[in-house]
C-alpha cells in the first residue's frame, strides 16, 4: 500500500543517496498528520469563532483545576507570551465572555484570570472536535497497533525529553 510521501521518498532517495528511506518516511508522515490534524483544529476553532492562541488561554486556565483562576504572570509565563500580548488578549476574551478578571480574594491588590461558563462550554466543545478528528485519523488501525503506536512514540519522546525540556508543559493541579 502506498501513499505520497512514498513518491516524495522515491524522488529524494535518488538526489541523497544516503537518505535513510525508513527515517525519511516516519519523520515525513508524521510532520504531514501534524499538519493534517492542525488544519482541522484551527476549522473547528474557526466554526466557533476561535483562534488558537484564544483557545490556549482557555486551555492553560482551564488545566489548573477548579476553581480555574490563574494570574496573569502565571498564565504569560504558562504561554511564553508577553504580558503586554497578554494584556490585549485577555481583554479580547474578556469582551466575548470567555473569561473574566477577579481581585484575588487573599490579596485585592493582585488580579486573577477566570474561566465563565461560556469560557468552560467552549473549552469543552473544542476538546471534543479535537477528540473525534483525532479518533477519525486513527480509526484505520486496531486497538493493538493504536497502542503499539503510542509505544513507539513515546519511546522516541522519552529520548528527545533528555536532551532538552519536556515536549508538552506540564498540566497544573492547584491555583497558580
Same mark, same amino acid.
Given at each position: 500500500?502506498?501513499?505520497?510521501?512514498?513518491?516524495?521518498?522515491?524522488?529524494?532517495?535518488?538526489?541523497?543517496?544516503?537518505?535513510?528511506?525508513?527515517?525519511?518516511? *516516519?519523520?515525513?508522515?508524521?510532520?504531514?498528520?501534524?499538519?493534517?490534524?492542525?488544519?482541522?483544529?484551527?476549522? +473547528?476553532?474557526?466554526?466557533?469563532?476561535?483562534?488558537?492562541?484564544?483557545?490556549?488561554?482557555?486551555?492553560?486556565?482551564?488545566?489548573?483545576?477548579?476553581?480555574?483562576?490563574?494570574?496573569?504572570?502565571?498564565?504569560?509565563?504558562?504561554?511564553?507570551?508577553?504580558?503586554?500580548?497578554?494584556?490585549?488578549?485577555?481583554?479580547?476574551?474578556?469582551?466575548?465572555?470567555?473569561?473574566?478578571?477577579?481581585?484575588?480574594? *487573599?490579596?485585592?491588590?493582585?488580579?486573577?484570570?477566570?474561566?465563565?461558563?461560556?469560557?468552560?462550554?467552549?473549552?469543552?466543545?473544542?476538546?471534543?472536535?479535537?477528540?473525534?478528528?483525532?479518533?477519525?485519523?486513527?480509526?484505520?488501525?486496531?486497538?493493538?497497533?493504536?497502542?503499539?503506536?503510542?509505544?513507539?512514540?513515546?519511546?522516541?519522546?522519552?529520548? *528527545?525529553?533528555?536532551? +532538552?525540556?519536556?515536549?508538552?508543559?506540564?498540566?497544573?493541579?492547584?491555583?497558580?
Amino acid at each position: 500500500m502506498a501513499d505520497s510521501i512514498d513518491q516524495h521518498i522515491a524522488y529524494w532517495s535518488q538526489q541523497v543517496p544516503d537518505l535513510d528511506v525508513h527515517v525519511e518516511g *516516519a519523520i515525513t508522515r508524521m510532520q504531514g498528520l501534524v499538519r493534517l490534524l492542525w488544519r482541522r483544529r484551527e476549522a +473547528g476553532l474557526d466554526a466557533r469563532d476561535l483562534k488558537g492562541w484564544e483557545y490556549d488561554i482557555l486551555w492553560r486556565v482551564r488545566s489548573v483545576g477548579p476553581p480555574y483562576q490563574v494570574s496573569p504572570t502565571w498564565l504569560a509565563k504558562a504561554l511564553d507570551t508577553h504580558p503586554a500580548t497578554l494584556t490585549s488578549r485577555l481583554e479580547r476574551l474578556e469582551k466575548t465572555g470567555h473569561l473574566t478578571r477577579i481581585h484575588d480574594p *487573599a490579596d485585592r491588590r493582585r488580579l486573577l484570570v477566570e474561566l465563565t461558563d461560556l469560557g468552560h462550554r467552549s473549552w469543552e466543545a473544542t476538546i471534543e472536535d479535537q477528540a473525534a478528528n483525532e479518533h477519525e485519523l486513527l480509526a484505520v488501525l486496531t486497538d493493538s497497533e493504536r497502542k503499539q503506536l503510542s509505544d513507539l512514540l513515546r519511546k522516541v519522546v522519552t529520548a *528527545a525529553e533528555q536532551d +532538552g525540556p519536556p515536549l508538552m508543559p506540564p498540566v497544573e493541579h492547584g491555583r497558580p
